[in-house]
């Protein structure tokens, strides 16, 4: 009768032993599982603060800058952003492809808003391009001057020239404005005596360049030279002559200076805020 005590007391300490051991195996698996959430919480911190990084660019670039601007500058805009060539460097490629010749007309298609209202190109093309390319036709036939385009083509922008000879006759030069290359040059067919002695008494009146009359436009505003046309002055009997020129600024606006061809003197200023 009195070993059973003891047997009760080893029973006893050996479940209190296991009770112990039991609760160490708990807390080391409580440890554990408190360790692993907080690193799954630092990881799915460190995740949220990298996305965060990331989302705000692009929620930011959603709601773009072109959504405030008008039609006519948006046109600009895709046309300017495509085009590489500068009016310098268009115009001496087009001088260089008439002997003699001198600009007088040098236009990027798709900037002024006078190139959507012309008449279609005279080969019939729908679109009044080249070719659905945008290339010289198979043909080779010609394609009129300033063909509608309000945004770059297939093949990016184009400057447009008009080269006169020395007795007015007129050649029109197509140029990539993004390679630099020459699309097409030919001889206006259209022209008459009476347009030929036209544009050979401008040229003969206007003793200041294009180039010169684009730096005089430029330095009274910051901006791209995308035309540039000899023309008489306006309310004259034609015994003045002006470089017409055009300027696109930052804000996609275009600012029209007719700049006297004798003396570089800006006479007219008109700024189109569509």
């Known amino acids: 009768m009195r070993l059973e005590p003891r047997r009760n007391n080893r029973l006893s300490l050996r479940s209190r032993n296991l009770r112990a051991t039991g609760a160490a195996a708990c807390l080391a698996a409580a440890a554990l599982l408190l360790t692993s959430c907080g690193q799954s919480s630092d990881s799915a911190t460190s995740a949220a603060t990298e996305a965060a990084k990331v989302l705000p660019q692009r929620t930011t670039a959603s709601p773009s800058a072109t959504a405030d601007l008008t039609e006519d500058q948006q046109e600009r805009k895709s046309v300017l952003d495509a085009t590489k060539v500068t009016f310098d460097d268009a115009a001496t490629t087009a001088v260089g492809e008439v002997a003699g010749g001198k600009l007088v007309d040098l236009d990027l298609e798709g900037v002024d808003d006078d190139d959507r209202d ?13 070719s659905p390319t945008g290339s010289p036709s198979p043909t080779g036939s010609p394609t009129a001057t300033g063909s509608p ?70 330095e009274k505003k910051k901006g791209t030279v995308t035309s540039v046309s000899l023309d008489e002055a306006d309310g004259n009997d034609g015994n003045s002559v002006v470089w017409s020129v055009d300027v696109v600024g930052s804000d996609w606006k275009k600012t029209t200076f007719d700049v006297d061809a004798k003396n570089d003197t800006i006479v007219r200023e008109e700024t189109d805020n569509d």
């Open 118 to 130: 012309e008449s279609p190109s005279p080969t019939g093309s729908p679109t009044g391009s080249p």
């Open 149 to 218: 385009s309000a945004s770059p083509g297939a093949d990016g922008p184009v400057w447009v020239a008009e080269v006169a000879e020395k007795d007015g006759t007129v050649h029109t030069v197509r140029i990539n404005a993004v390679d630099g290359k020459v699309i097409e040059a030919r001889v206006d067919a259209d022209q008459d005596a009476e347009d030929k002695k036209q544009t050979a008494d401008r040229l003969a009146q206007a003793t200041q360049t294009p180039e010169q009359a684009a730096k005089v436009a430029m």
